[in-house]
């Protein structure tokens, strides 16, 4: 199970230790994940609208 969602449902048969360092593994690599893809995505949008603004400019 390759989700945030999975890792919890898997953590919940683990022991205690072993259920709480995953849920905590599980849990930064999703805040990661999800700040690299806000980071890339406001750099393509920065990228898209400096084109756009090149293109328009052009008569």
């Given at each position: 199970?390759?989700?945030l969602?999975?890792?919890l449902?898997?953590?919940e048969?683990?022991?205690?230790?072993?259920?709480?360092?995953?849920?905590?593994?599980?849990?930064?690599?999703?805040?990661?994940?999800?700040?690299f893809?806000?980071?890339?995505?406001?750099?393509?949008?920065?990228?898209?609208?400096?084109?756009?603004?090149?293109?328009?400019k052009?008569?």
């Amino acid at each position: 199970m390759a989700t945030l969602g999975g890792a919890l449902a898997v953590a919940e048969r683990l022991p205690a230790d072993a259920a709480q360092a995953l849920t905590l593994m599980a849990r930064a690599a999703f805040t990661v994940a999800l700040q690299f893809t806000a980071l890339t995505g406001g750099a393509l949008m920065l990228l898209a609208s400096v084109l756009a603004a090149r293109m328009l400019k052009r008569p």
